[in-house]
């Protein structure tokens, strides 16, 4: 048994995560919208890797025997006032994930959960990973205009992107 307000923390993440999804999925479609399909199959994508998070976590609670709570969620973000500003929005989100990750991680360290700490070390490491992506979209984004070749370009490369569970673990 997990300490109850690590347990608490833990189902609030999961929560959190499946909102993420949510709202990559609100973004993808913004996308669809505005008719660039490779940026929604990058968002889509991008809901389901948070998904797959939400579930890790949901996982973990139920292998060491914590009940999960799945909570209602707030509507997310539907209109953007541009691409960049929907990115903008995601490199933000990440930022409130990756802070909450390091609450959950601290909170492991204090109660020498080590179980728990090796699961947020996993996360920590993908929010590295997750940043630095929207950074690196941004600075694409900021370069170029939308009407550009460069952006219709830039539409086609994201969607060639994939999720692979497996590659994940």
Same mark, same amino acid.
């Given at each position: 048994?997990?300490?109850?307000?690590?347990?608490?923390?833990?189902?609030?993440?999961?929560?959190?995560?499946?909102?993420?999804?949510?709202?990559?999925?609100?973004?993808?479609?913004?996308?669809?919208?505005?008719?660039?399909?490779?940026?929604?199959?990058?968002?889509?994508?991008?809901? &389901? %890797?948070?998904? +797959?998070?939400? #579930?890790?976590?949901?996982?973990?609670?139920? !292998? @060491?025997?914590?009940?999960?709570? $799945?909570?209602?969620?707030?509507?997310?973000?539907?209109?953007?006032?541009?691409?960049?500003?929907?990115?903008?929005?995601?490199?933000?989100?990440?930022?409130?994930?990756?802070?909450?990750?390091?609450?959950?991680?601290?909170?492991?360290?204090?109660?020498?959960?080590?179980?728990?700490?090796?699961?947020?070390?996993?996360?920590?490491?993908?929010?590295?990973? &997750? %940043?630095?992506? +929207?950074?690196? #979209?941004?600075?694409?984004?900021?370069?170029? !205009? @939308?009407?550009?070749?460069?952006? $219709?370009?830039?539409?086609?490369?994201?969607?060639?992107?994939?999720?692979?569970?497996?590659?994940?673990?």
């Amino acid at each position: 048994m997990l300490p109850d307000d690590l347990t608490k923390a833990l189902n609030n993440q999961v929560n959190f995560e499946f909102y993420a999804a949510h709202s990559y999925t609100a973004i993808a479609a913004y996308f669809a919208n505005q008719g660039f399909k490779g940026f929604r199959n990058f968002f889509l994508v991008q809901a &389901e %890797e948070e998904r +797959f998070h939400a #579930m890790k976590i949901y996982n973990f609670l139920v !292998d @060491v025997g914590e009940r999960v709570i $799945i909570d209602t969620m707030e509507q997310p973000k539907n209109l953007f006032q541009s691409p960049l500003e929907a990115i903008e929005h995601s490199l933000a989100q990440e930022k409130d994930v990756t802070k909450a990750i390091y609450k959950i991680a601290d909170l492991a360290t204090e109660h020498k959960e080590h179980a728990t700490m090796a699961l947020m070390n996993w996360f920590v490491e993908e929010q590295v990973e &997750e %940043e630095s992506m +929207f950074r690196d #979209m941004i600075a694409k984004v900021k370069r170029i !205009d @939308v009407d550009s070749s460069a952006f $219709i370009m830039l539409d086609s490369e994201l969607g060639k992107r994939s999720f692979d569970a497996e590659e994940e673990h």
